[in-house]
């Protein structure tokens, strides 16, 4: 049995309609290079813009925690400040890790970041002070992640990130 705040419930029912939107929309995303090289900018479809200017991945956070985010992952790594270790390449609950450029930013506990028609896209999530714990789609088959392994999300996606008495964790919808 799991019990959701008001407010990761109130995301988790937005992923519905979220859900919904998606499939009027067709995803375009990139093909990134291995974690081991260094990519070619054609190799992939550059990310950090929402589908069709609507479609945006979002961040929620009720973790207690800073969590930290990036709208703009890249293979290049030579065009971003940062360099964030990804765990899931694809985006999925798939095991693929890659290097990336990116800017990485904080989203204080108790805010979000991005969602449809804000034109703000999140592409990843991670927190830098402590491993979290990540499920897709159901809270039911939770994965742990060290601190500061990023986490890639869709467009059509959310990260809702909470705190279960002791661990952080983040319901991919």
């Not at 081991?36 to 991945?57: E, F, M, N, R, Y």
């Not at 694809?90 to 449809?116: A, E, F, M």
């Not at 402590?130 to 601190?147: C, L, M, Q």
């Amino acid at each position: 049995m799991f019990i959701f705040s008001s407010k990761f419930a109130r995301s988790l029912s937005r992923g519905v309609v979220v859900a919904c939107l998606a499939s009027l929309v067709p995803l375009a995303l990139g093909s990134p290079a291995q974690a081991t090289s260094t990519a070619a900018a054609s190799d992939v479809t550059p990310l950090g813009g929402c589908t069709g200017g609507v479609i945006c991945g979002r961040a929620d956070n009720f973790s207690g925690h800073d969590l930290y985010t990036s709208q703009d992952i890249t293979a290049d790594v030579n065009t971003r400040p940062h360099r964030c270790h990804i765990w899931n390449k694809d985006g999925g609950s798939t095991r693929k890790d890659v290097i990336w450029g990116c800017t990485q930013t904080v989203l204080h506990h108790g805010n979000s970041r991005g969602g449809n028609f804000t034109g703000v896209d999140v592409d990843a999530v991670t927190f830098s002070d402590v491993d979290y714990w990540v499920a897709f789609g159901t809270p039911t088959n939770w994965k742990r992640h060290v601190k500061g392994e990023w986490t890639r999300i869709h467009n059509d996606q959310t990260a809702s990130c909470d705190t279960d008495g002791s661990r952080l964790r983040c319901l991919i919808f």
